[in-house]
């Protein structure tokens, strides 16, 4: 795990302690070459664009939800379906385009969040637990995939759980991009009470499997 670098600071004359406004453009840019770091996207998801995919009558609800909540900069909208129906691909284009935008976004699986703050543990991580839980909490856009892999432990449920209150509660102020293959009602029911809050959405997205689609178009 590569750790964050951390951010230069200066005296304002008044004994505050802030951060150079000089350096505010170069802090974020490291910011954003972190988060790529810790993403797991592979160079290919990286160029995935909502301009560059096909935007058919099944994934358009979904699409237009995510791109409204971001053009406001605020709101959660969870995506639900069998797997294949184009999840993943919204939400790595949301990311995308929020940090072509120049704001912090972060994309990783339930699993991959939980082991990011688990290695905060690590003897040798220099990043410690409180300074990953910030980032994951106050990023401008987390998209968190696979909502629905089994937390198996207390503590990754207690976790778990806090990241999604810690969203909602700022639902006003960023944005929460979540996916789940399970339906609402099969997520624990303090989750099921956050995500289908009246100012969240909930999609479900309906239609063939891509992925089957894609290789059958290419053995074709």
């Given at each position: 795990?590569?750790?964050?670098?951390?951010?230069?600071?200066?005296?304002?004359?008044?004994g505050?302690?802030?951060?150079?406004s000089?350096?505010?453009?170069?802090d974020?840019?490291?910011?954003?070459?972190?988060?790529e770091?810790?993403d797991?996207l592979?160079p290919q998801?990286?160029?995935?664009?909502?301009?560059?995919i096909?935007?058919?009558?099944?994934?358009?609800p979904?699409?237009t939800?995510?791109?409204?909540?971001?053009?406001?900069?605020?709101?959660?909208?969870?995506?639900t379906?069998a797997?294949?129906?184009?999840?993943?691909?919204?939400?790595?284009?949301?990311?995308?385009?929020?940090r072509?935008?120049g704001r912090?976004?972060?994309?990783?699986?339930m699993?991959?969040?939980?082991?990011y703050?688990?290695?905060?543990?690590?003897?040798?991580?220099?990043?410690?637990?409180?300074?990953?839980?910030?980032?994951?909490?106050?990023?401008?856009?987390l998209?968190?995939d696979?909502?629905d892999?089994?937390?198996?432990?207390d503590?990754?449920?207690?976790?778990?759980f806090?990241?999604?209150?810690?969203r909602?509660?700022?639902?006003?102020?960023?944005?929460?991009?979540?996916?789940?293959?399970?339906?609402?009602?099969?997520?624990p029911?303090?989750?099921?009470?956050?995500?289908?809050?009246?100012?969240a959405e909930v999609?479900?997205m309906?239609?063939?499997?891509?992925?089957?689609?894609?290789?059958?178009?290419?053995?074709?």
């Amino acid at each position: 795990m590569v750790d964050e670098p951390g951010f230069p600071v200066s005296e304002n004359g008044l004994g505050k302690i802030v951060r150079c406004s000089c350096k505010t453009s170069e802090d974020r840019e490291r910011r954003q070459r972190y988060l790529e770091r810790i993403d797991g996207l592979k160079p290919q998801e990286r160029r995935l664009r909502f301009d560059a995919i096909q935007i058919n009558e099944h994934i358009r609800p979904a699409a237009t939800a995510i791109l409204e909540a971001l053009q406001r900069g605020a709101g959660m909208v969870t995506l639900t379906g069998a797997p294949g129906r184009g999840k993943s691909t919204l939400l790595i284009c949301a990311v995308n385009h929020a940090r072509q935008e120049g704001r912090t976004a972060v994309y990783a699986t339930m699993t991959e969040i939980l082991d990011y703050l688990r290695n905060a543990y690590a003897p040798d991580s220099r990043l410690k637990f409180d300074a990953r839980w910030e980032l994951l909490t106050t990023a401008d856009v987390l998209a968190l995939d696979e909502l629905d892999e089994p937390a198996v432990t207390d503590w990754a449920r207690e976790k778990f759980f806090r990241l999604i209150d810690e969203r909602w509660r700022g639902i006003d102020q960023r944005v929460t991009l979540l996916a789940t293959n399970a339906r609402i009602s099969q997520l624990p029911e303090k989750v099921q009470s956050r995500l289908q809050d009246g100012r969240a959405e909930v999609i479900e997205m309906r239609g063939p499997d891509m992925r089957r689609l894609m290789q059958w178009e290419e053995a074709a």
